[in-house]
C-alpha cells in the first residue's frame, strides 16, 4: 500500500510538472499571430484553460486536483492552443486578397508582382488588409492615369495642339508615352502611387500648356489691327 501511494504521488508529480510546461509558454502563445488574430470566443477558451492549469499549479493555492484532473487540464491546453486559428485566418485573408487583386485591371504586370509579395509577406491580418488596400489605390490611380490620355488623339488633332509650341506639343506627347508606357502590361514600370499621381500631373499639366488657340486668337487680335491700321492709312 505504501508503495502504490508513493507509485502515485510520483506520477501526480509527473504529470504536475507536464502541466507547468505545457502552459510554460503561454506568454509567448498569447503574443503570437495564431492567438492575437484568432476568433474571440477561440482566445477566451485557450485564457481560461490556461487559468484554470495556473489554479492547479500554484504553490500556494493550488488546488488538490488529482492525476486525472491534471491530465484532463493538460488536455484541455493542449486543445484550446490547437483550436487557435489566428495563423488560418491570416492565410484565408491573404487567398481573397490575391482573389481580389486578380480584378485589378489597372496595374501592370510588374505591379501585380509587388502587391502579390506585399500581400504574401503580410503576417496579421491588419497588413494583408493594408496591402489589399494599397493595391486597391494603386489601382484606382493607374485607371485615373488612363483616363487623363483617353482623348489624346483629339487633343493632338486639336488647333489648341497643332498650333501651339513646338516645345508645348513635345511635352504633352512626351507625357502621354510616358503614361502609355507605365499602363502596359508587359513593359510597364512597378510605379508607386506617388509616381503614377505624378505622371496624371504631368499630363494634365501638359495639355493645360498647350497654347494654339491662344496664338490663333492673338493672330487674329494682330491681324485685325494691321488691317484697322492699313484703313486708316487709306
Not at 127 to 155: F, K, R, W
Request: hydrophobic share 30%.
Amino acid at each position: 500500500a505504501v508503495n502504490a501511494l508513493k507509485d502515485s504521488a510520483t506520477s501526480l508529480n509527473t504529470v504536475m510538472g507536464q502541466l507547468k510546461d505545457t502552459i510554460a509558454n503561454h506568454n509567448d502563445v498569447q503574443q503570437s499571430v495564431n492567438y492575437t488574430d484568432a476568433d474571440t470566443d477561440k482566445q477566451q477558451a485557450y485564457d481560461n484553460a490556461v487559468s484554470q492549469a495556473e489554479a492547479i499549479t500554484d504553490p500556494t493555492n493550488g488546488t488538490n486536483a488529482t492525476q486525472s484532473q491534471v491530465e484532463a487540464a493538460i488536455a484541455k491546453v493542449k486543445a484550446e492552443q490547437q483550436d487557435l486559428n489566428g495563423n488560418r485566418k491570416v492565410e484565408e485573408a491573404k487567398a481573397a486578397a490575391k482573389q481580389a487583386l486578380s480584378t485589378y485591371a489597372n496595374l501592370n504586370h510588374a505591379q501585380v508582382n509587388t502587391a502579390t509579395q506585399h500581400i504574401n509577406d503580410a503576417q496579421t491580418l491588419e497588413a494583408v488588409t493594408q496591402a489589399q488596400q494599397e493595391a486597391n489605390t494603386l489601382n484606382n490611380a493607374m485607371g485615373q492615369l488612363q483616363q487623363s490620355i483617353d482623348n489624346y488623339q483629339d487633343v493632338e488633332q486639336s488647333v489648341d495642339y497643332t498650333d501651339a509650341d513646338t516645345s508645348k506639343q513635345s511635352a504633352y506627347t512626351n507625357a502621354v508615352h510616358q503614361a502609355q508606357n507605365t499602363l502596359d502590361k508587359d513593359l510597364g514600370h512597378d510605379l508607386t502611387q506617388s509616381e503614377v499621381e505624378q505622371a496624371i500631373e504631368n499630363v494634365n499639366h501638359a495639355k493645360q500648356e498647350l497654347n494654339g488657340e491662344e496664338k490663333v486668337s492673338e493672330a487674329k487680335i494682330n491681324a485685325l489691327q494691321t488691317l484697322d491700321n492699313d484703313t486708316h492709312l487709306n
